[in-house]
């Protein structure tokens, strides 16, 4: 996909509105909001690259139920500061979350400028999403965010024909992170440009209408429903538009186990572990994965290089 700046209305994009989406099971008047959700997902307008792209039974009609915000704030990954789940709850409070601005720029932008968050917030709109989450690790939760389209954010930037992907850079501040050095400099992550583009694809600055907290990435940080969490940068204080993909920390630390693309397969395990099936946190036993995390109808189509195994590590 290239981005015409003719076709870009930063008026438009401005425009101060909030988007209140199904923030609960009983609505469900959002055609979005129903496909994001997996709900009334007919067989016959799948477009599936795998036969097995269909809702499961158990789905078909399912709302999601939300993890409880206190599970979802302290069984957390978050390596600058700690590697156990409940080390970031426990040390994150030291990370000062404002003032907080972000650098968007890169080769791809016509338009590059740091922004202030309490302007990329006030100028966009914020909205409601209740996604399922999947860890890499092979644990899920559900989780209801809030926050703005990383399209929004991109369109500000002016993005030209060199804008291939998307690059982001997190904080790495040893003053304030115990851990920070454990990657060797800033935890990175990349998105093509058409997935940075994806409606589903959101810039979270809160969870159950909260601001986020920082052992959950605050004040802004990166959200991709049908890839693994690993994905989701948290504290993010660069975006660039790139012509180049970039190398992620998690592919740049184990190539084999961990690639770019990183969209939730459950037919391709981990070269450790099953993917087939995840561990629910708060629940008993383990439920199916499901291909795209769920999402296959939404992004599917932007992975037409079915045998390409270099799409899920
Ligand atoms: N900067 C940074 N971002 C990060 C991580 C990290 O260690 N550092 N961990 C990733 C991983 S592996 C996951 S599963 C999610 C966890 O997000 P959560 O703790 O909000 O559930 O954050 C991702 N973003
Ligand atoms: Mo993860």
New binding site residues.
């Given amino acids: 996909m290239s981005i015409k700046s003719s076709a870009i209305t930063p008026e438009k994009v401005y425009k101060r509105r909030r988007v209140l989406m199904a923030a609960g099971a009983g609505v469900l008047g959002v055609p979005l909001i129903n496909k994001a959700y997996g709900l009334f997902q007919d067989k016959q307008e799948v477009e599936a690259p795998f036969p097995q792209v269909v809702s499961l039974p158990g789905e078909k009609n399912q709302p999601l139920i939300p993890t409880p915000y206190e599970t979802?704030t302290t069984y957390?990954?978050?390596?600058?500061f700690g590697v156990g789940k409940d080390d970031?709850s426990k040390a994150a409070k030291t990370l000062t979350t404002s003032p907080w601005s972000v650098d968007i720029g890169g080769e791809g932008s016509d338009k590059p400028g740091r922004y202030d968050i309490a302007d990329i917030k006030g100028e966009s709109a914020i909205e409601n999403h209740i996604y399922r989450?999947r860890?890499?690790e092979a644990w899920s939760m559900v989780i209801p965010w809030n926050g703005i389209k990383l399209s929004d954010v991109i369109k500000f930037a002016l993005p030209n024909s060199k804008a291939k992907y998307v690059r982001f850079t997190?904080i790495n501040d040893p003053q304030q992170m115990p851990n920070a050095g454990w990657a060797g400099g800033p935890?990175v992550e990349g998105l093509t440009i058409e997935e940075a583009m994806n409606p589903l694809t959101l810039l979270s600055t809160g969870i159950y209408d909260k601001p986020l907290e920082q052992?959950?990435?605050a004040p802004i940080r990166l959200v991709v429903p049908w890839k693994y969490?690993?994905k989701?940068?948290?504290?993010i204080v660069k975006i660039e538009l790139v012509e180049k993909m970039p190398k992620n920390t998690w592919w740049l630390q184990n190539k084999r186990e961990y690639g770019f693309y990183a969209n939730v397969n459950p037919q391709f395990s981990h070269p450790r572990w099953t993917q087939a099936t995840e561990r629910v946190i708060g629940e008993l036993g383990r439920k199916p994965t499901l291909l795209y995390n769920g999402y296959a109808q939404e992004v599917a189509h932007l992975y037409p290089d079915l045998d390409n195994r270099l799409y899920f590590y």
């Fill in positions: 979802i957390n990954n978050y390596y600058e970031p989450f860890c890499v997190t935890y052992q959950n990435g969490g690993f989701y940068a948290k504290s």
